[in-house]
């Protein structure tokens, strides 16, 4: 199977003899990304040491940690263990079956309940809005998760741009759809195109990013290349891939998983252990990399960020 995932590109010059020490910091200033800037990005440089053999993307990530202490989980578990519906319900097969899948140039309407509706490309969101690392716990709903060193931008940059208006507040986002080149969307088991949706101040909280990339290099297809959504503190299925649509509204959005099972994956989706999915606990995860599991976390880590979001909600019934 062929890797999609691009490395970084570092110039021979930077790696002169067998064992080079760079800096995190320098690595990704190399590699074009403006890190540093997240509050959740630890600012203290990793000092490394490469060598010629090693693969210097591996051997400089490994090193990569969030802000609980928590290794990012490896590359190749990242871009081959996938859900994506849009090609196959099996997560080995998704990365295979996405390779010819074409996600530049890319393009993303934003629209609706704003004073200034328009198309963005992502060559120009990333221009405009310089990406940075994100190091975000990702938490399945099926009861696994990982940590991905994101490249992405806050979405309320982008809501900023185009005034969204007083009554606006909600925010729908929908997947391209590509029967063609996405297997998965030429059987109507599922009602595509996938859609997504949160409330404005989830939206506009600086957690939530429109992520363009991943390990400092680009977005692979398999993890929702174009663009996609990443709100860490919901269940990984809020987190919609391959974004082309973006429309501010003042109801509620109708959602793929809520449509389908409206019971089991509801509006909200906060990963919480104290709200059971009703047929598996959620008390538990099992990081991808690790054989035991390890307990939850409320919001999955993040309720300094975002509780206060939902301080006058019963999250048992709005889970
Ligand atoms: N369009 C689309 N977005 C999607 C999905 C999908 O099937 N289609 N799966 C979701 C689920 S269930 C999870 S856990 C994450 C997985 O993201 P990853 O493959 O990049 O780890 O993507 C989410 N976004
Ligand atoms: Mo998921």
């Given at each position: 199977m062929k890797n999609v995932f691009k490395p970084v590109p570092i110039t021979s010059s930077e790696i002169t003899s067998k064992n080079v020490y760079i800096s995190r910091r320098d690595f990704f200033k190399a590699a074009g990304v403006i890190a540093?800037?997240?509050?959740?990005?630890?600012?203290a440089p990793n000092i490394v040491t490469t060598s010629d053999s090693a693969p210097i993307v591996s051997a400089v990530t490994q090193n990569l940690k969030d802000e609980l202490g928590e290794s990012v989980t490896t590359v190749k578990d990242i871009t081959n263990f996938n859900n994506y519906y849009e090609f196959t319900v099996s997560k080995e097969g998704v990365a295979g079956l996405a390779?010819?899948?074409?996600?530049?140039?890319w393009d993303v309407e934003v629209y609706g309940l704003v004073n200034k509706p328009r198309k963005f490309s992502v060559d120009d969101l990333v221009k405009k809005f310089q990406p940075e690392e994100r190091i975000y716990r990702l938490r399945c709903v099926e009861g696994w998760s990982m940590v991905i060193p994101w490249v992405g931008f806050p979405l309320a940059k982008l809501l900023e741009e185009v005034e969204p208006t007083l009554d606006a507040r909600y925010v729908r986002f929908e997947t391209v759809f590509r029967p063609e080149e996405m297997p998965?969307?030429?059987?109507?088991?599922?009602?595509?195109p996938y859609q997504e949706g949160l409330r404005l101040d989830e939206a506009l909280n600086d957690l939530t990013i429109l992520a363009t990339g991943l390990y400092g290099g680009e977005l692979p297809a398999q993890n929702g290349g174009g663009i996609r959504l990443v709100?860490?503190?919901?269940?990984?299925?809020?987190?919609?891939?391959?974004?082309i649509k973006i429309e501010l509204t003042s109801a509620q959005p109708s959602t793929l998983w809520n449509t389908i099972a409206p019971n089991e994956y509801?509006?909200?989706?906060?990963?919480?252990?104290?709200?059971?999915h009703p047929r598996w606990s959620q008390s538990t995860e099992r990081r991808i990399g690790e054989v035991s599991r390890r307990d939850t976390l409320l919001f999955n880590g993040y309720a300094e960020q975002v509780a206060h979001l939902y301080e006058v909600m019963d999250l048992k019934v709005n889970y």
């Open positions: 540093g800037s997240s509050a959740l990005v630890s600012c390779e010819k899948f074409q996600t530049s140039p998965g969307q030429k059987q109507a088991v599922y009602p595509w709100v860490p503190w919901k269940y990984g299925f809020k987190s919609i891939k391959a974004v509801g509006f909200y989706s906060n990963v919480n252990p104290n709200v059971d």
